[in-house]
């Protein structure tokens, strides 16, 4: 290990020999360069580093000549991206139904304002942090809305509950609902979502994790998550479950989907997920937690049910 990052800055025509040297396939230079002027070589590294075998050198980087293209590299860059929207556009639905539940049943069982007294909550130093959160949202909040009732009301007392599920984030939500000191309460929030108690909170924060991927444009195919997903939890989505890799990705698309059909909308997204897999061969399933006969399977034989 070393304390001195001593790595020099490589104009992109340096940049692009340094890849040719290192065995890739430059087809078409002007490609090339656009690619790294306008993406960079450090977003574009995780993308090659599979294509990469074991140097003759330690320290240096190579690949097996011909072995691969800098068009495979953009290929496979261009499939996250598009896995990445299709896992966002789910994310988008699926929050959206968890913010509308906790705000249907909180204000029906406690009222509109109910939410905020902290005889609701297991937590009071929990309780007050949320109060604390949503009391800055509020106040820098820029949508009308917002605007619109802190000219009238002004105090954050008189805020209900339909309002606040639109000013906290996904995560601060899913501090409210995990605090709630009422079972039944929470299970009704989440029952028409087809989750419960057991597994809430492990995929709350799954789901935040991968939403912070795709909000800040990351890497999602190949990922391993920090948060796991346990197969125990999950097995009654589908018997694929247990035959995969908890911290990895396939996991969480059973999930999404899964969730998915508890909201209304449209129906075709996992067939648009097999179809991205298809269309894309770098990809390799198994770098995304797939089992070897994930096609067999009924979940994924089933599109469209």
């Known amino acids: 290990m070393t304390d001195h990052y001593d790595k020099p800055f490589l104009k992109i025509e340096k940049q692009i020999n340094q890849l040719r040297d290192r065995g890739m ?33 330690e320290g240096e980087h190579a690949f097996m000549k011909g072995s691969v293209s800098f068009e495979d590299v953009v290929s496979l860059y261009e499939f996250d991206c598009r896995l990445r929207q299709l896992v966002w556009s789910a994310m988008e639905r699926i929050e959206v139904a968890i913010r509308g539940s906790w705000a249907y049943h909180s204000a029906m069982n406690l009222g509109p304002q109910g939410y905020q007294l902290p005889e609701h909550y297991k937590l009071r130093d929990q309780f007050e942090k949320n ?9 820098h ?23 606040a599920a639109e000013l906290n984030s996904f995560g601060e939500l899913a501090h409210w609902i995990v605090n709630l000191d009422n079972d039944k309460l929470i299970k009704r929030m989440l029952d028409p979502l087809g989750l419960n108690l057991n597994n809430f909170e492990s995929v709350l924060d799954r789901l935040q994790e991968i939403r912070n991927v795709c909000a800040h444009h990351d890497r999602l195919w190949n990922r391993r998550f920090k948060t796991i997903l346990h197969n125990e939890d999950l097995k009654h989505l589908d018997r694929c479950i247990m035959k995969s890799d908890p911290d ?7 999930l999404l989907d899964y969730l998915l059909k508890k909201t209304p909308g449209e129906l075709e997204w ?19 937690g797939f089992p070897d006969d994930w096609r067999s399977e009924r979940f994924w034989e089933s599109v469209g049910e």
């Open 270 to 288: 996992r067939s648009r997920i097999i179809s991205l897999i298809d269309e894309c061969g770098q990809a390799e399933e198994w770098r995304m």
């Open 248 to 254: 990895r990705l396939h996991n969480l698309l059973v």
């Open 25 to 57: 396939v430059i087809g078409d230079k002007e490609l090339a360069r656009q690619w790294l002027l306008k993406v960079s070589y450090y977003r574009l590294s995780p993308y090659w580093k599979i294509f990469e075998v074991v140097p003759d050198k």
């Open 131 to 139: 109060r604390k959160t949503l009391a800055n949202n509020y106040q």
């Open 141 to 163: 909040s820029r949508s009308e809305i917002a605007g619109f009732f802190r000219s009238k009301y002004r105090k954050l007392e008189e805020l209900p509950v339909w309002m």
